[in-house]
């Protein structure tokens, strides 16, 4: 059974720009949820999706946003880079009657 | 306000024996927790989780330990083996508190050094 796949998996980006990153949940997953992992703040949630409704929020200005499609997989967008924006984005997904969230590898973003 | 807190960075134990892992948390509506393994450049790995309901879970060398009237939980890895090097985070979900309410608030991680 494949993992949770995000694409891409590195990327570098100027400030002001947009950047789109993709991720697949595990087959049978219908919960995405999205965290974002910094230096300085540690792993941080973002939001969640489950059957293409936004479920949950962290707390992120609202340059951040995202989305599920029918197949559950999921896109998360960034508009308006700011250096601060450099981490490590990452996908998880949840099985309907599990509690446990399975990562995926993550993206990493670049922003200068 | 930090709801999960590994206090210690770093944790250093030789190979073969105990590595304690410990994670305290503010928030009573916790009723979840999970811990995961994460190498630099990639995702979290899920190693052990525990309800609320339980004190104890045990899954090979892994064993996860609560104390709800503490509001504490360790990991225990026994015996300890140099693969085991690794950054490890405690996170917690609220998941009965009514929503569907699945999103992990995690500490800061303890870096694992197990020495050959």
């Known amino acids: 059974k494949a993992g949770v796949t995000q694409t891409p998996r590195y990327l570098i980006k100027t400030r002001g720009q947009q950047v789109t990153l993709s991720c697949s949940p595990i087959s049978g997953h219908r919960s995405v949820s999205w965290y974002q992992q910094t230096p300085g703040q540690g792993l941080q949630f973002l939001f969640e999706y489950f059957s293409e409704t936004q479920r949950n929020k962290g707390n992120f200005p609202g340059r951040f946003s995202g989305r599920q499609f029918s197949n559950s997989r999921s896109e998360m967008n960034v508009s308006t880079l700011e250096l601060g924006d450099s981490a490590l984005y990452l996908c998880?997904?949840?099985?309907?009657?599990?509690?446990?969230?399975?990562f995926g590898e993550g993206s990493w973003l670049t922003v200068v | 306000d930090q709801q999960v807190k590994q206090n210690s960075p770093s944790l250093s134990v030789q190979e073969g024996r105990i590595s304690i892992l410990n994670c305290d948390y503010t928030n009573s509506m916790f009723d979840y927790f999970l811990w995961y393994k994460k190498y630099p450049a990639e995702g979290p790995t899920f190693l052990i989780s525990?309800?609320?309901?339980?004190d104890k879970n045990e899954d090979g060398r892994f064993t996860v330990f609560l104390n709800k009237s503490a509001k504490h939980l360790s990991l225990h890895i026994v015996p300890s083996q140099p693969g085991d090097s690794a950054v490890y985070f405690c996170?917690?979900?609220?998941?009965?508190?009514?929503?569907?309410?699945?999103?992990?608030?995690f500490g800061k991680g303890t870096l694992l050094t197990v020495n050959p």
């Open positions: 996170a917690a979900s609220a998941q009965r508190s009514g929503g569907s309410n699945y999103k992990l608030t």
């Open positions: 525990i309800s609320s309901i339980k």
């Open positions: 998880a997904s949840r099985g309907d009657s599990g509690n446990t969230i399975y």
